[in-house]
């Protein structure tokens, strides 16, 4: 005790001779415990809570593995081969984002948006505080024009008006009327989209080689990962028999986010040979962690 008192002293009497140096370390100790108590409070917050919906466990992300390349978005065909052959998937929604200029204000606005399917509320069990989400028809041709509020941009933009709801705002220029505001103060008031339009398909959409969309899907109560696996797998082979590969597209397990769980996976369908640049096949991502829901979690970007 007598000499760690010693050193004690010797030290202060140090510091006290080279204020400089006592200044740089002391700046580069707070600095230092700083920055690992931000990458702490990230890697708790993204990778180890668990995500803020219920059953989580059954939450994927579906994204593509060209055949010579990593992840990347979807293309429309393959996403609605996949999403209508399977039979793993409770719901199975698209997801494509972009800015967009509201108008008929003092002054244009920029706001975030999300165009996404009907389904792609029920997959994350979100419901509006006020009025309604997407109706099953809605992202058809003529019934488009309506916006879901995030319960954040409806208090900033817009005052927390209720009387906005049923009315018209101009998105871009097009009218666009109000249905619903999500309930405040969960994840969808921090993720990257602001507003929320439905996603309508348009002819020039429909081809493989266009990869603009992202996609969440919900397991079905008892099903697990690999059983969606080898589903995709099967639907993943007939799309490269019907481009004319010579050999199935299989898909090969990689390793994923180990968050919370003892198996958080995300797999790769990857082919063992292909001829054709433009097939690319599903890569499942599971979230158990906050994975892959924007917010700014994750921007879809076309190839």
Same mark, same amino acid.
């Given at each position: 005790?007598?000499?760690?008192?010693? #050193?004690?002293?010797?030290?202060?009497?140090?510091?006290?001779?080279?204020?400089?140096?006592?200044?740089?370390?002391?700046?580069?100790?707070?600095?230092?415990?700083?920055?690992?108590?931000?990458?702490?409070?990230f890697?708790?917050?993204?990778?180890?809570?668990?995500?803020?919906?219920?059953?989580?466990?059954?939450?994927?992300?579906?994204?593509?593995?060209?055949?010579?390349?990593?992840?990347?978005?979807?293309?429309?065909?393959?996403?609605? #081969?996949?999403?209508?052959?399977?039979?793993?998937?409770?719901?199975?929604?698209?997801?494509?984002?972009?800015?967009?200029?509201?108008?008929?204000?003092?002054?244009?606005?920029?706001?975030?948006?999300?165009?996404?399917?009907?389904?792609?509320?029920?997959?994350?069990? *979100?419901?509006?505080?006020? !009025?309604?989400?997407?109706?099953?028809?809605?992202?058809?041709?003529?019934?488009?024009?309506?916006?879901?509020?995030?319960?954040?941009?409806?208090?900033?933009?817009?005052?927390? #008006?209720?009387?906005?709801?049923?009315?018209?705002?101009?998105?871009?220029?097009?009218?666009?009327?109000?249905?619903?505001?999500l309930?405040? !103060?969960?994840?969808?008031?921090?993720?990257?989209?602001?507003?929320?339009?439905p996603?309508?398909?348009k002819?020039?959409?429909?081809?493989?080689?266009?990869?603009?969309?992202?996609?969440?899907?919900?397991?079905?109560?008892?099903? *697990?990962?690999?059983?969606?696996?080898?589903?995709?797998d099967?639907i993943?082979?007939?799309?490269?028999?019907?481009?004319g590969l010579?050999?199935?597209?299989?898909?090969?397990?990689?390793?994923?986010?180990?968050?919370?769980?003892a198996?958080?996976?995300?797999?790769?369908?990857?082919?063992?040979?292909?001829?054709?640049?433009?097939?690319?096949?599903?890569?499942?991502?599971?979230?158990? !962690?906050?994975?892959?829901?924007?917010?700014?979690?994750?921007?879809?970007?076309?190839?």
């Amino acid at each position: 005790m007598t000499g760690l008192l010693r #050193d004690l002293r010797y030290g202060i009497r140090t510091l006290r001779k080279s204020p400089a140096f006592t200044l740089v370390s002391l700046a580069t100790l707070a600095l230092g415990i700083g920055a690992n108590t931000a990458i702490f409070s990230f890697v708790n917050g993204v990778l180890l809570q668990p995500l803020p919906y219920a059953d989580a466990n059954r939450i994927v992300m579906v994204l593509e593995k060209p055949p010579q390349g990593d992840r990347n978005a979807i293309s429309t065909l393959n996403y609605l #081969d996949w999403r209508h052959q399977n039979s793993v998937f409770e719901y199975m929604t698209p997801m494509s984002q972009a800015q967009i200029t509201l108008t008929g204000t003092s002054d244009p606005v920029q706001l975030r948006r999300a165009s996404v399917a009907p389904d792609y509320f029920h997959v994350f069990g *979100t419901q509006a505080v006020l !009025g309604r989400t997407f109706a099953a028809d809605e992202d058809q041709p003529g019934k488009g024009h309506v916006v879901i509020l995030s319960h954040a941009i409806w208090e900033s933009q817009f005052g927390a #008006d209720p009387k906005l709801l049923g009315t018209t705002i101009r998105l871009d220029g097009e009218p666009y009327t109000v249905i619903g505001v999500l309930a405040p !103060g969960g994840s969808f008031d921090r993720l990257w989209a602001q507003i929320y339009t439905p996603l309508l398909f348009k002819p020039e959409n429909m081809t493989r080689n266009f990869h603009w969309l992202l996609s969440f899907a919900k397991l079905k109560p008892g099903v *697990t990962l690999e059983a969606a696996r080898k589903q995709m797998d099967a639907i993943g082979g007939r799309i490269a028999l019907r481009m004319g590969l010579r050999e199935l597209l299989k898909f090969i397990p990689w390793l994923g986010m180990a968050a919370n769980a003892a198996a958080a996976f995300a797999f790769i369908a990857q082919p063992s040979r292909v001829e054709s640049a433009n097939v690319s096949m599903p890569i499942l991502v599971s979230t158990p !962690g906050r994975f892959g829901t924007g917010s700014n979690d994750f921007v879809a970007r076309s190839k």
